[in-house]
């Protein structure tokens, strides 16, 4: 262990290490676990600031929007550049603290597309969450190597054991302890490293420094048994070692952590430590960052596609490689303008120079380079392979576009976000607030993917659609804080979807003369259902030429623009598979617009022969109760259609598991308190769409009626 607190400095951000001294990671976790006051620790411990910022005080650093440090949660994705000499040398983490609220996953989403590994932070008084197994669940989507940490051991409740069970039983059971908590709750003072059998102690007044003890007397009996049982999960993974353990050699012990790396890093093994985050055992974390998860060369060469050839291509983290690098972030900067934040896998990015943006096959040029602490900025000479950092000056590249050398082009897999499933209308407070929304609203489409704007044809209002009322509030201080555009959210609204149960076949064909040119668009279409979440297909089987080619696309455009307007209720429809096969046309007044319309008219007309049906979005919920409320929150439950799928007990409170339609969930938070004393909670994220029963239809036409 490295970094006594005399060696504190101040590290210039972009000193450059080696590629395999770096470390890409995210801190991960629901919410209140603890991200921010971990990262802000490491912040101290590792010299990158003097001063030890509090969630609780609203002086973190990485916390830094007014909106954050006002309620106390991470609300963006911040990033930051720390060094960590360990073993005598010294190391670059790239870390990106990310939230915990269910809203803004999508920060999440985007930074562990581009890390190499991460923390996942566990509130040790009740262990995995349900944000927790969203988190987990996306970096096994990426494939994102991971330790864990079980943070607020120090406070009433905080139970080690019992935490590191619920990761084995909901998360992997190959999750380990690789130390052991000195003390419990307020006693609680230092770790043990079950390898290297030391303690490691801190004075629970000062935290701050940590030295070198006795393992307790009481203790040593439980340190022989989870260390054995460590040291078989790392052996499992090495044959070698494995034989030598079965025949009762003793493993060396850089051996073992050797072992354990490469385990961590396949996927196959998640060391768990533990403690109180604001202590000095963050020191065993940043050593346990270091030697176990990756740095760039740890991981395969990233892949692509040649947009030139479409063949599949990929670059190692080598300078010396032709230039790819991700964009997964875009921030309006009121002092620079647009700031892309990007991943480099390889060659490198300087500024004054142009880049290609082979996703919109455009040349674009860079002003500056930046490294990024929070929301300051530290210019840099350049971005090498492995790193993560700003860049100045881009117009047109937006979040997943890839950037690349012009003679070696490469278009990297994008990033996905999650649909809007709320909406509210807008309504400015002003004329010149209404007059400066539009402008606005394009820089907050591009700065967050799960925001959307559209405007209803019917009343001609402006509605915003995000991923939750919380999401809608925040943007909506924002715009008023950032852009000073004031407005009003109207009642929150769902987003419906429309699809088919059945197959049918419609012709659509528009005629229309005039005193000139006429108009002649006809074509004949076929639609069936798509499994769910598959969205749109469109096929092609036109034989015969009986419709021009160049006719086809706008055949496709007008079935789309028909599918934002369902015939149940007027709400955009999914999972349809359209096939045009059949059709004619004029020579002299056939047009693309003629066929668009066509093509409309057609797919309406299928739709209502397809037993249509209205779906609604469901949620995944959790609600957390005292065991005197169990029955007032169940009966609550039932009244909202929610049908509960389990209940637990978790740290002496009744945890019920249910899935429940997001119309009944926009007052629940209220009567959950109401039913509960106060004493309720609740965690809801998005799970998926389901047909809307007979009875709720009805009223939902109804009220749309009224509408």
């Not at 003390?183 to 770790?191: F, S, T």
């Not at 082979?358 to 392979?385: C, F, G, Q, W, Y």
């Not at 029955?631 to 978790?650: C, D, F, N, P, Y």
Request: with cysteine.
């Amino acid at each position: 262990m490295a970094n006594d607190k005399k060696d504190f400095k101040n590290s210039v951000a972009y000193t450059h290490v080696p590629v395999e001294k770096l470390r890409n990671i995210g801190i991960i976790a629901h919410i209140d676990a603890g991200k921010t006051t971990t990262t802000e620790r490491i912040l101290f411990f590792t010299g990158r600031q003097h001063d030890i910022g509090d969630v609780d005080e609203g002086n973190t650093t990485m916390d830094y929007l007014p909106e954050e440090r006002a309620r106390g949660v991470t609300i963006v994705a911040a990033a930051t550049t720390c060094f960590w000499d360990y073993n005598g040398e010294k190391y670059r983490i790239n870390l990106i603290d990310t939230p915990g609220h269910v809203d803004f996953t999508a920060e999440v989403e985007r930074s562990l597309r581009v890390l190499d590994g991460a923390v996942v932070i566990f509130d040790g008084k009740v262990g995995v969450q349900a944000q927790t197994e969203t988190v987990w669940r996306q970096a096994d989507k990426y494939n994102v190597p991971r330790i864990g940490f079980i943070n607020k051991l120090n406070l009433i409740g905080g139970d080690f054991f019992m935490s590191l069970k619920t990761i084995q039983e909901r998360l992997s059971p190959n999750a380990v302890a690789v130390t052991l908590p000195i003390g419990i709750e307020h006693d609680l003072h230092g770790a043990i490293d079950l390898l290297t059998k030391k303690a490691y102690l801190y004075d629970p007044s000062e935290k701050i420094t940590l030295t070198e003890g006795e393992i307790p007397e009481d203790m040593k009996d439980k340190v022989e048994e989870y260390r054995q049982v460590l040291i078989e999960k790392i052996v499992e993974h090495d044959d070698a070692l494995l034989e030598a353990y079965l025949e009762g050699k003793e493993i060396p012990v850089e051996e073992l952590k050797k072992t354990m790396r490469k385990a961590v890093i396949a996927g196959k093994l998640f060391p768990i430590a533990g403690g109180d985050s604001r202590t000095a055992v963050v020191r065993l974390l940043l050593d346990m960052i270091v030697e176990y998860l990756p740095s760039p060369l740890d991981l395969p060469p990233v892949v692509g596609t040649n947009p030139k050839t479409g063949e599949e291509v990929s670059r190692k983290p080598l300078d010396s490689e032709p230039l790819a690098a991700l964009v997964f972030k875009v921030v309006n900067d009121v002092h620079v303008g647009t700031l892309s934040y990007v991943r480099v896998y390889s060659g490198v990015i300087r500024p004054g120079t142009y880049v290609w943006n082979s996703t919109k096959n455009i040349k674009e040029r860079l002003s500056r380079v930046v490294l990024m602490h929070a929301d300051h900025r530290e210019e840099a000479p350049e971005l090498r392979a492995g790193e993560i950092g700003g860049l100045i000056g881009l117009k047109a590249s937006v979040t997943g576009d890839t950037l690349s050398d012009p003679e070696h082009p490469i278009v990297l897999e994008s990033i996905n976000f999650a649909e809007p499933v709320v909406f509210a209308s807008v309504i400015p407070h002003s004329k010149a607030d209404a007059e400066k929304l539009g402008d606005v609203i394009q820089k907050v489409m591009m700065e967050d993917p799960t925001i959307s704007f559209k405007v209803d044809n019917e009343t001609g209002e402006t509605i915003i659609g995000g991923m939750g009322q919380f999401h809608l509030q925040i943007w909506k201080e924002r715009i008023g804080r950032v852009y000073g555009v004031k407005f009003d959210l109207g009642e929150p609204k769902v987003a419906y979807r429309e699809s088919i149960e059945g197959k049918a076949e419609a012709e659509g064909k528009f005629i229309k003369q005039t005193g000139g040119r006429g108009q002649y668009g006809h074509c004949i279409i076929k639609i069936e259902p798509l499994p769910r979440g598959k969205g749109f297909e469109f096929v092609n089987q036109i034989k015969g030429g009986a419709i021009p080619n160049e006719y086809i696309p706008a055949v496709e455009k007008g079935v789309k623009e028909a599918m934002q307007t369902g015939v149940v209720a007027g709400y955009p429809m999914v999972d349809v598979k359209v096939i045009l096969f059949d059709g004619s046309y004029h020579e002299v007044d056939s047009s693309e617009a003629a066929f668009k319309i066509a093509g409309s008219m057609a797919f309406k007309e299928a739709a209502r022969k397809a037993s249509p049906y209205l779906l609604e979005p469901i949620m995944s919920i959790e609600v957390v109760t005292p065991e005197d409320y169990l029955g007032e929150v169940t009966s609550l439950l039932h009244s909202k259609r929610a049908q509960i799928t389990g209940t637990e007990e978790r740290a002496g409170l009744q945890v019920i598991k249910a899935l429940i339609p997001l119309s009944e969930t926009f007052d629940f938070a209220n009567k959950l308190r109401a039913a509960t004393s106060g004493r309720g909670d609740q965690y809801m994220e998005f799970s998926h769409y389901e047909k809307v029963p007979a009875q709720v239809l009805d009223k939902i036409l109804e009220k749309n009626k009224g509408n």
